[in-house]
T-cell receptor
Framework: KAGVTQTPRYLIKTRGQQVTLSCSPI?????VSWYQQTPGQGLQFLFE???????NKGNFPGRFSGRQFSNSRSEMNVSTLELGDSALYLC????????????FGPGTRLLVL | GENVEQHPSTLSVQEGDSAVIKCTYS??????FPWYKQELGKRPQLIID?????GEKKDQRIAVTLNKTAKHFSLHITETQPEDSAVYFC?????????????FGKGTHLIIQP
């Protein structure tokens, strides 16, 4: 099976812009979670989607949002970008929310200038 | 919410020696504890996990132990090899989907000295 894929892999934006990142889960996986990874804060949970519904959300401002499509692919959006949003954004997929094992994609590295 | 502390932040061992990384968690409701290995520029890869109904799990050179009473769990790597050099993350969550997803420790940079 193909693994989790994310696009784009690298992105450079300027403050105030908005960005959309995409994640395709492993075939058959219906749950997608998003994480932000920075050197200072480590890996932090953003949100989780299952059956096109957001199940859980981490402690991030409303500028961070996401959605999931009927084919389980997911997108996350960050509006009004700030310098501190520079990070590696990772998505992870699992069979369902009750199946704990999560498999990570390669990530999208976002640089905000 | 859940809080996971991980120690040490950096660990340097001689090739062939053992390495131990320790984590503590705060939420007694957490019952799933995975360990991920992340090499530079790559995605986190699950290397082993344990559920709270088990005290120890082993997979070749890697083992994880869990003490539910003390709320801590540890990763043990024996006969370390150069390819074990990476950052290791512990995590905790509640099976069935806790509100915080996976809560990660800050990571341990493991360096294997030849």
């Amino acid at each position: 099976k193909a693994g989790v894929t994310q696009t784009p892999r690298y992105l450079i934006k300027t403050r105030g812009q908005q960005v959309t990142l995409s994640c395709s889960p492993i075939s058959g996986h219906r749950s997608v979670s998003w994480y932000q990874q920075t050197p200072g804060q480590g890996l932090q949970f953003l949100f989780e989607y299952f059956s096109e519904t957001q199940r859980n959300k981490g402690n991030f401002p409303g500028r961070f949002s996401g959605r999931q499509f009927s084919n389980s692919r997911s997108e996350m959006n960050v509006s009004t970008l700030e310098l501190g949003d520079s990070a590696l954004y990772l998505c992870a997929s699992s069979l369902s929310p009750g199946e704990e094992t999560q498999y990570f994609g390669p990530g999208t590295r976002l640089l905000v200038l | 919410g859940e809080n996971v502390e991980q120690h040490p932040s950096t660990l340097s061992v001689q090739e062939g020696d053992s390495a131990v990384i320790k984590c503590t968690y705060s939420d007694s409701a957490s019952n799933y504890f995975p360990w991920y290995k992340q090499e530079l520029g790559k995605r986190p890869q699950l290397i082993i996990d344990i559920r709270s109904n088990v005290g120890e799990k082993k997979d070749q050179r890697i083992a994880v132990t869990l003490n539910k009473t003390a709320k801590h769990f540890s990763l043990h790597i024996t006969e370390t090899q150069p390819e074990d050099s990476a950052v290791y993350f512990c995590a905790a969550s509640m099976a069935g989907g806790g509100a915080d997803g996976l809560t990660f420790g800050k990571g341990t940079h493991l360096i294997i000295q030849p």
